[in-house]
């Protein structure tokens, strides 16, 4: 089991799923804003948190994902509930809402992940060579950043992508987390086709919200799906991607 805390009150259970390197603190002022509305379930992900729950295998299977939320769900008596995921937690509501379609009434995802996958994030993760080579960069951060001067050079990333992801494995810690986080969740992906059906044969509300200075994940990687669903809600906030929750909060 993942752990899980209670944040607030309401009559709709909202499941959410933080980005990578927070906790389920992300979610309070969130929580606050819906008291009455949502019972908020925040949910620590696998390496996060104060005490951390590590992944059995290394690697997590959509399978044993679902009997996670599966046996969440029987354990708190929930038959149907919402869901919202930030940056990598939306490739957590997404794999939900594809396990539990019956049960999921309104899927909120903010400059979700998951949707349209990095090249870089395919390097670094789909095979034995990439992974290895993208130990050696985390164990070498001079390097990263030489690399990440030259792939801006380039054109080929963004200067605040490079700044996001070196704030982001600013310490040791930090850089052994995003390992283990990308390494582990590489099997969570989608095929884009089968999920929009999934979504379309539902009455479930989809709600995105996208930041317009975001350049880590912005607005233009949710076309893959959105472009596949016959009805979903999009806003997009005059913010970056760093603060589009407290953004979302104080929308709703």
Request: hydrophobic share 45%.
């Amino acid at each position: 089991m993942l752990p899980v805390f209670k944040l607030s009150d309401g009559p709709v259970p909202l499941l959410a799923f933080h980005g990578i390197g927070q906790d389920h603190r992300v979610f309070e002022p969130l929580a606050r804003a819906l008291e009455g509305r949502y019972a908020v379930y925040a949910f620590d992900l696998f390496f996060h948190g104060a005490q951390p729950v590590t992944i059995p295998d290394g690697v997590l299977t959509k399978q044993t994902y679902a009997h996670i939320i599966r046996a969440f769900l029987h354990k708190h008596q929930i038959e149907r509930f919402a869901l919202i995921g930030y940056s990598m937690g939306g490739r957590f509501a997404l794999a939900t809402a594809e396990a539990f379609p019956e049960q999921t009434d309104e899927l909120i995802l903010l400059a979700p992940d998951g949707i349209t996958v990095s090249p870089w994030y395919k390097l670094a993760t789909g095979s034995g060579l990439g992974r290895w080579l993208f130990r050696y960069f985390l164990k070498h951060m001079s390097l990263f950043h030489r690399l990440g001067q030259f792939l801006i050079s380039l054109r080929l990333i963004n200067r605040s992508v490079l700044r996001f992801a070196e704030t982001t494995l600013a310490t040791t810690e930090q850089r052994e987390l995003v390992y283990n986080a990308w390494i582990g969740f590489r099997h969570l992906r989608f095929n884009l086709q089968k999920l929009s059906g999934i979504f379309n044969q539902r009455f479930m509300r989809i709600r995105f919200f996208a930041g317009h200075f975001d350049q880590v994940l912005p607005v233009s990687l949710l076309t893959p799906l959105t472009r596949r669903l016959q009805s979903y809600e999009l806003t997009v906030l005059k913010t970056g991607h760093n603060r589009l929750i407290e953004k979302v909060a104080r929308l709703l």
